[in-house]
Each structure stands twice: as structure tokens, then as C-alpha cells.
């Protein structure tokens, strides 16, 4: 007879690992499920790193959950250290700072100074003087409001999805890699997941399925739309942007868009990316992962007016997918017909750095029903009382 798990977990990309990790810490016998190899590039959670930061202009009551997501970094960090001998290659989280620029009434810098002064949050006010010599590099545009996280930095994201799946494993949960989901069923105590090469049983179900999750949560007619994203590598010679000489991340509100980036990590090149804007994506397995003009046509203009030192043809490019909803805030619950079932959805291209605190919270709602965590902002229940 095959095995039965206390639960199972189908997808473990960012959430999907951080979820397997925190329900396996709990002795609990655990099936993680992926068509895909664990931190591979066919999702959502690859291209090296991801933004982190605590000041959210998204939504204030994502402060919390940052915070938290913050403790849980550090813990899951000193764990794999000791997994790992402690060596440099495998830091996940560095706190290098973030700053944000943007015009002084806009969406951005409101929101971060709001967020921050309502969770007692430090940040500075930089002045375009002290720009110049605290970002040289940059060419911010005259009028803009500058403002500086130093608690901010970036995620290692493959290396983080890797920890979480390495670290699940130490206490004893299974993954299950290249196996597609065929179907699910749930009763009232239990669940069958049947895949491709196999069957199996729980007493519970939680879906992380990232791009797919509209497939995966078909009768639940969630508002989702995936957009296909872009990153892109651009090479410079200016040292400014170097990581080892004390540079940050960025974030921009220009007029024709938000564009994010890093710092030069391999004193070759800096990562960068649009935030809005993207292409629907129809079908998440045959993502296009070429490289076209209109990828690029934002960037380009944004290298040419704020980064000129940077080459304006990029050297590297990478795919990714955002999950969106109607007002790009995340989707968790518990599945209105199985009580036994619940799911994370929806992260709308800002929730990796979440991913250790939802896995938490997750793996609470599968455990005992509810989460101490603030999440009842992310309910879908939002979307029939519009």
C-alpha cells in the first residue's frame, strides 16, 4: 500500500519549499510535488535575485508579514549555514539597502513613507545633493524624491528555493520532482493527488502552483492573469554599481513605468527589470523565452535617462512569469468546499521576499485552520464584496 503523508504540497517553487520546510519542521510527514526540478527556471522564482525591503508602498498591512519574513530569513539562514559549513556562496539574504526615486506625490515614495511611519519603520529622505554622492552612477531626474531602506537589500532567490527544499529533507519531508499533477480530490479527511507516474494520499492539500494556478484551482474561477517578464543583464565598466564598494538595489517611478534593479554582483553587470507592463500568457508551459524588441523598448529609454554608464543592449536575458490579480495583492485561503485544502496564489510579481512567512502561514491554516499571522487582507472574499 503506498505511503500516506499528513500532507501534501503541489508546487515547490518559492512558496511551495518554504511551505514543505515549515510543515516538515513540525514533524509532520510531508509530500512535496513539482513538475520541475527544485529551483528551476521555469517558473517564477529564478534570476539569481529578488528585492527585498520592509517600507511596502503596496499596502501597509504587508509590513507585518515582512516582518516576520525578515526573523524567518535569519533562522532559515544560521540552519543552512550549518548545513552548508557556513561558506559565503550560500548566503541567502543581503541587507545592502534599497532606494526609491520617484516624483514627490506619486505612488512609490507615498507609499513607502506611509508604511513606514505607521510601523515605526527607519528610512531617510536623501536630497538630490547628497544623491549624487551616496548613488553616483545614477542620473536621477530633476524633482524626484529620493528615499533610502538601509534594512532593504535582495534575496539569492534559486539558492533560497534550494535551502528551503534541502533544509525540508534534513527533517525528513519528500519531494517528488518532474511529475505533473493529472488531478486532486479531497473528502472530508483526506485528499488523492494523482500525477503522472503515481497516487498518493494525505489528510491534506495546499496549492502553490504559481503560474498554473488557475489549472490546478479551475472550479474557484480566481481572477488570475499571468504576464510574462523579462530580466535582463547589462554590462558596465563603472565600479559604482559594485556590491563590494557598499552599492544597494534601486527602485524608479518613471513616467512610462517602475523599473527595479541590483547591484553589480560579478563586477561585470547589473541586473535590471521593468515592474509593469508584460504580455498575457496563455499557456505557462510554452512560455516564449526569446528576446524581443519590446522587451527592451522601456529599458532602453530608462538606461538612457537615470544609468548611462550601463551598455544599452543587455548581455543576458532571463523569462520569468508574474501571477496577477485584479489589484495585485496575494490570494490565501482555505478552499471554500474542502476544509482540508488551501492555497497561495496570485503574488503578482512582488511576493518572493514573502515566501518564508506565507509558507508559515500556510502551513498554520493546513495545521490548525487559522494563521496568528495578518493575512485576512489577502482573502478572496475581496473580490465579491467589490
Known amino acids: 500500500m503506498a505511503e500516506s503523508y499528513d ?43 529578488r528585492i527585498i525591503r520592509k517600507a511596502y508602498f503596496e499596502h501597509p498591512a504587508y ?19 550549518d548545513l552548508t559549513a557556513n561558506s559565503a556562496e550560500h548566503l541567502l539574504l543581503n541587507r545592502c539597502g534599497v532606494f526609491s526615486a520617484g516624483p ?15 510601523h515605526a519603520l527607519a528610512y531617510e529622505d536623501i536630497s538630490a545633493s547628497d544623491a549624487k554622492d551616496r548613488f553616483p552612477g545614477y542620473q536621477i531626474p530633476e524633482g524626484f524624491d529620493i528615499v533610502f531602506e538601509s534594512e532593504a537589500g535582495y534575496l539569492h532567490v534559486e539558492r533560497c528555493v534550494s535551502a528551503f527544499g534541502q533544509l525540508a529533507q534534513q527533517h525528513g519531508a519528500t519531494l517528488k520532482t518532474n511529475e505533473q499533477v493529472i488531478g486532486w480530490s479531497s473528502t472530508s479527511n483526506a485528499v488523492e493527488v494523482k500525477t503522472d507516474n503515481d497516487t498518493y494520499h494525505a489528510d491534506s492539500l495546499i496549492i502553490t502552483a504559481g503560474a498554473w494556478s488557475d489549472q490546478i484551482l479551475d472550479r474557484l474561477n ?19 554599481f559594485d556590491v563590494d564598494a557598499g552599492r544597494g538595489g534601486f527602485f524608479f517611478d518613471m513616467p512610462y513605468g517602475r523599473f527595479y534593479g541590483f547591484p553589480c554582483l560579478d563586477g561585470r553587470t547589473v541586473k535590471l527589470a521593468e515592474h509593469s507592463g508584460g504580455e498575457t500568457v496563455h499557456d505557462p508551459l510554452n512560455l516564449d523565452r526569446s528576446l524581443k524588441p519590446s522587451d527592451t523598448a522601456n529599458v532602453r529609454k530608462f538606461l538612457s535617462e537615470v544609468m548611462p ?28 468546499e474542502f476544509a482540508n485544502v488551501c492555497y497561495g496564489a496570485g503574488f503578482s510579481g512582488h511576493g518572493f521576499k514573502f515566501t518564508s512567512s506565507i509558507g508559515e ?11 496568528a499571522l495578518p493575512i485576512e487582507f489577502l482573502s478572496p472574499r475581496r473580490f465579491l464584496q467589490a
Open 7 to 49: 500532507c501534501i504540497v503541489l508546487g515547490v517553487g518559492g512558496f511551495g519549499s518554504s511551505t514543505v520546510y515549515h510543515l516538515a519542521k513540525r514533524d509532520l510527514r510531508v509530500l512535496g510535488i513539482d513538475q520541475f526540478p527544485l529551483a528551476h527556471d521555469r517558473g517564477s522564482s529564478h534570476g539569481d535575485t
Open 222 to 240: 480566481l481572477p488570475l492573469t499571468v504576464l510574462r517578464k523579462v530580466l535582463l543583464w547589462h554590462q558596465t565598466a563603472d565600479r559604482s
Open 361 to 371: 502561514a500556510l502551513a498554520d491554516i493546513a495545521t490548525t485552520g487559522s494563521s
Open 104 to 118: 514627490h506625490n506619486g505612488i512609490v515614495v507615498n507609499g513607502i513613507r506611509q508604511a513606514a511611519k505607521q
Open 63 to 81: 509590513v507585518p508579514l515582512l516582518q516576520r519574513a525578515y526573523q524567518l530569513w535569519d533562522e532559515v539562514q544560521s540552519e543552512y549555514a
Open 309 to 336: 554608464n550601463l551598455d544599452i543592449e543587455p548581455s543576458r536575458h532571463v523569462v520569468c512569469m508574474y501571477t496577477m490579480t485584479p489589484d495585485e495583492n496575494f490570494i490565501i485561503d482555505r478552499h471554500p
